[in-house]
């Protein structure tokens, strides 16, 4: 398993909505860990890339009513 990790930039204030949906998407099967930095507008998305692409984080997190962009992507082991 490889294990990368994006974090994401957002514009708009997460509200309550969003923050359900988010917890929704921690449920799907290849994202390991979601982490919201509310002081620097941004979104740790650790996810399994042999089950997902950045575009794939990137999506559900737009479906989740969240207009965000790339800021910089990681690998790490995890072993």
């Known amino acids: 398993m490889t294990v990368l990790d994006i974090t ?3 514009l708009a204030p997460v509200g309550p909505r969003q923050l359900r949906a988010m917890y929704r998407i921690r449920g ?3 994202i390991r ?3 919201l930095d ?3 507008h941004s979104i740790l998305v650790e996810y399994d890339a042999s089950r997902l692409q950045p575009e794939d984080a990137r999506a559900l997190l737009r479906s989740a009513g ?3 962009d790339s800021v910089a992507e990681g690998v790490f082991d995890a072993g």
């Open 28 to 30: 799907v099967y290849g």
């Open 8 to 10: 994401l930039h957002y």
């Open 66 to 68: 969240l207009d965000a």
């Open 33 to 35: 860990r979601l982490s």
């Open 38 to 40: 509310e002081i620097r």
